[in-house]
């Protein structure tokens, strides 16, 4: 959790590096929010399909929060995730515009599935839409390629043009042995 909060607090940081643990456990805990997220909108879902009024109303109001929650949740997250995964990048010695690739992939694949929906209409699917989907099923394994690179693979030791590594600072200023773990 303190690697979350730490991160949260570095929201609008996109110079100095992260760590793979500060990266990892933000990933984590979003991930997790965001089932817990979503096990409440079934709930909800669940609840309204009683049809009872009182329920009905409360439970709608309940709904009505989680959304304008969940919609600034889901901004914040992004900022810092961004900030995050730049800082992460300048870790392992790269730009944190390389992260860019990853976030425009997603809007040319939408926009190739808008451009061949009058073609799937048509009720067979042809060379575009497989096209698409192989595109897609490539997206996604490059997607699940670049995390995992950001989660496991080890940052530069020395000092970058990035700045210091927050793992392996200089004996300089390192006193001790002791890991770094960000301050509160």
């Known amino acids: 959790m303190r690697w979350f909060i730490h991160a949260f607090k570095n929201i609008f940081n996109y110079r100095g590096r992260a760590r793979r643990a500060e990266y990892g456990w933000f990933m984590l805990i979003n991930l997790l929010i965001q089932l ?13 399909s009683l049809n009872t009024t ?15 929650a969940s919609f600034i949740y889901s901004i ?9 995964t730049t800082r992460r990048l300048h870790d ?15 809007l040319f694949l939408l926009g190739a599935t808008f451009v061949s ?8 699917p042809s ?12 997206a996604s394994l490059i997607y699940l390629i670049f995390f995992l690179i950001l989660l496991f693979k080890d940052g530069q030791k020395q000092t970058n043009k990035y ?10 200023e390192q006193n001790s042995n002791e890991r770094i773990e960000p301050s509160l």
């Open 92 to 106: 392992l010695g790269r730009s944190g515009w390389w992260q860019l690739f990853i976030y425009l992939l997603p």
């Open 76 to 84: 914040l997250a992004f900022f810092v995730s961004l900030s995050l």
């Open 36 to 48: 817990a997220g979503f096990l409440v909108f079934w709930v909800v879902i669940a609840g309204l």
């Open 117 to 124: 929906l009058p073609i799937l209409e048509e009720g067979t």
């Open 127 to 138: 060379t575009p839409i497989v096209a698409i989907n192989i595109m897609t099923t490539v």
């Open 54 to 68: 009182d329920i009905s109303l409360v439970l709608g109001s309940i709904g009505i929060i989680y959304y304008i």
């Open 163 to 172: 700045g210091e590594s927050p793992k392996y600072p200089s004996q300089v």
